[in-house]
C-alpha cells in the first residue's frame, strides 16, 4: 500500500518550470525532513535526479529553525524512503572552517525573534546551528568533489542549506530553491531565492508584462481590488489617529523578520539608515519613526529603541514611536509630507494614496514602485495596475508542482505532527526557553 501511495504521489506533472529531463549531474539535497518538504523533494528527484537524492547524518540528530521531530521519527521516514530512492547519506566529518555564518544566524534570529541574537545570549542554540552548518560545508564539499552540475535545495537560507547554496554557485553548481506556495501543500520550484527581492521583483514584472497566468482564488481584478481595499479598512488598522504634521515619516520593519532573510541585507542597520536620511534631508526638518509593531515580540526593540533615541541629539524635531504605539500607519501616511519605508509592503499603500515614497534599492517594492513610476498615466488605470503588482508580489510567482499525497499524507501528517512538539507547519519558537 506504501509503495501504491509514493508512486501515485509522484506521477503529476510539473508545469511551467522548464528543467531539463534526467541527469546523472542532478541532486535532490534533503535539509529538512518535515513531511511535506520531504515528499516534495521526494517528487523531483524522480522526475529530475534519477531518484537521487543527499543529506547529512547531523540532520537526523540536530533540528534546524522549523524543525522539531524526534531523532526516531525522521529516521523511520528516511528509511522507509530508502526503499524506493537512492539516498546517500554524509557523515559530519571533522569540524570545518565556516566560511560564511550567516545560515547560523538566520536559523538564530528565526527561532527566536531576537534581531541581536548571538552566541553569548544563546549558546546551546548557537552550538546546534553551528553544527547543522558545520555539516553542510562539509555536504557541499562533498557534492563539488563528486561533479555535480545541479541540485535542489528547500528555501536556502538556514544553517542547514545556506553554506551548501553559498559554496555550490561559487563552484558555478546551478541551485534550484523549493519553496511553499500559497495553497495549502503546494511548492514552487524555482532558480533564485525566495528572498533574493530584487531578482522576484524583476521576475514578477517580467511576468506580469508576459500576461501570464497566476493560479489562485482570483479569477477577476475586482477579486483583487476588494482584498487589497482591507489593508486601509479600519478593521486592519490601528484605531488611534493622529493629526500632527511631519516632514518625513519613516516607517521601519522588523528587523527579527527581514535582515536574516536576505544575505544582502545582513549588515543592514535600521539605526544607520534613520541617521543617514536625517543627514541627508537635514536636522531642521521634522521627522516621525514608527517602529514595526512586530518588534513587540523581540525581546531586544528597547535595545533598538534606545539608539532611535540618541538620534534627537542631531534634531529636537524628531519623535520616534515604539512597536507598542497604538497609532496608525494609514494615518501617519496621510499627514507626512514624504514617506521613507524602506521594506515594507506599506510603501504599495502610500503610493496608492499619493504620497511620495523613497525605499530601500535592495527591497522587493523598490523595484515595483520604480516601475509604477516609468508607466504614462493614461496606458493603464494606475490604482488597479498597482493592485495587480501587489497581488502578483504577495502571491507565487511560477505555476506549482502539485501533487496529491493521498494515503501516505493523510495517515503521516498526523504522526508527524503528533510526534513533534509542535505542529509541522508551525513555529518552534519559545523565548522562555532560551532569555537573554
Known amino acids: 500500500m506504501i509503495s501504491f501511495c509514493i508512486q501515485n504521489m509522484l506521477k503529476s506533472s510539473s508545469k511551467g518550470v522548464s528543467i531539463p529531463e534526467y541527469s546523472n549531474h542532478r541532486v535532490v539535497i534533503l535539509t529538512d525532513l518535515r513531511l511535506p518538504i520531504l515528499l516534495a523533494s521526494l517528487q523531483i528527484a524522480r522526475r529530475h535526479c534519477k531518484s537521487k537524492l543527499l543529506m547529512s547524518k547531523a540532520l537526523l540528530r540536530s533540528n534546524d529553525y522549523g524543525q522539531n521531530s524526534p531523532t526516531l521519527w525522521k529516521s523511520i521516514k528516511i528509511f522507509i ?7 546517500t547519506i554524509i557523515d559530519e566529518g571533522e569540524k570545518i572552517s565556516l566560511q560564511s555564518s550567516i545560515g547560523i544566524y538566520s536559523s538564530l534570529v528565526s527561532f527566536t525573534y531576537d534581531h541581536l541574537a548571538d552566541y553569548k545570549r544563546y549558546p546551546e542554540l548557537f552550538d546546534r ?17 563528486h561533479d555535480y552540475l545541479e541540485i535542489y535545495v528547500y528555501n536556502g537560507r538556514f544553517s542547514s542549506v545556506q553554506p551548501i547554496v553559498d559554496y555550490c554557485r561559487k563552484h558555478l553548481i546551478k541551485v534550484w530553491f523549493l519553496e511553499y506556495g500559497n495553497m495549502p501543500y503546494h511548492f514552487t520550484l524555482q532558480d533564485y531565492p525566495i528572498h533574493d527581492f530584487k531578482t522576484k521583483a524583476l521576475h514578477s514584472i517580467s511576468a506580469f508584462n508576459s500576461n501570464l497566468h497566476y493560479p489562485g482564488r ?23 489617529e493622529t493629526h500632527s504634521k511631519y516632514n518625513y ?22 539605526y544607520d539608515f534613520c541617521k543617514n536620511i536625517i543627514n541627508q534631508y537635514g536636522c531642521t526638518q521634522s521627522y516621525i519613526i514608527k517602529m514595526h509593531p512586530n518588534m513587540a515580540n ?5 535595545s533598538l529603541y534606545e539608539d532611535l533615541c540618541s538620534l534627537c541629539q542631531y534634531s529636537s524635531s524628531i519623535t520616534i514611536l515604539t512597536p507598542l504605539s497604538s497609532i496608525s500607519s494609514i494615518s501617519l501616511i496621510a499627514n507626512v509630507d514624504t514617506c521613507i519605508i524602506p521594506f515594507s509592503s506599506l510603501s504599495i499603500v502610500a503610493f496608492v494614496m499619493g504620497r511620495p515614497v523613497k525605499t530601500h534599492p535592495l527591497a522587493l517594492y523598490h523595484h515595483f514602485i520604480e516601475y509604477l513610476l516609468g508607466v504614462p498615466e493614461g496606458d493603464f488605470n494606475r490604482n488597479d495596475l498597482i493592485k495587480l503588482l501587489y497581488h502578483i508580489s504577495k502571491k ?18 498526523n504522526i508527524d505532527s503528533w510526534l513533534s512538539r509542535s505542529p509541522h507547519k508551525g513555529l518552534t519558537h519559545s523565548s522562555k526557553s532560551y532569555s537573554p
Open 298 to 302: 523581540d525581546p531586544s526593540w528597547p
Open 129 to 145: 546551528y553551528h553544527r547543522l552548518a558545520n555539516s553542510a560545508q562539509a555536504l557541499a564539499e562533498y557534492i563539488v568533489s
Open 81 to 87: 524512503s530508502s526503499i524506493f530512492f537512492d539516498i
Open 396 to 413: 507565487i510567482d511560477q505555476e506549482p508542482l502539485e501533487f496529491s499525497f493521498a494515503i501516505l499524507y493523510r495517515l503521516f501528517i
Open 218 to 240: 482570483y479569477s477577476s481584478l475586482s477579486d483583487i481590488n476588494s482584498e487589497y481595499n482591507l489593508l486601509t479598512h479600519n478593521r486592519f488598522s490601528k484605531h488611534t
Open 249 to 270: 515619516g519613516i516607517f521601519l520593519s522588523s528587523p527579527h523578520e527581514l535582515i536574516h532573510a536576505n544575505s544582502s541585507l545582513h549588515e543592514y542597520s535600521d
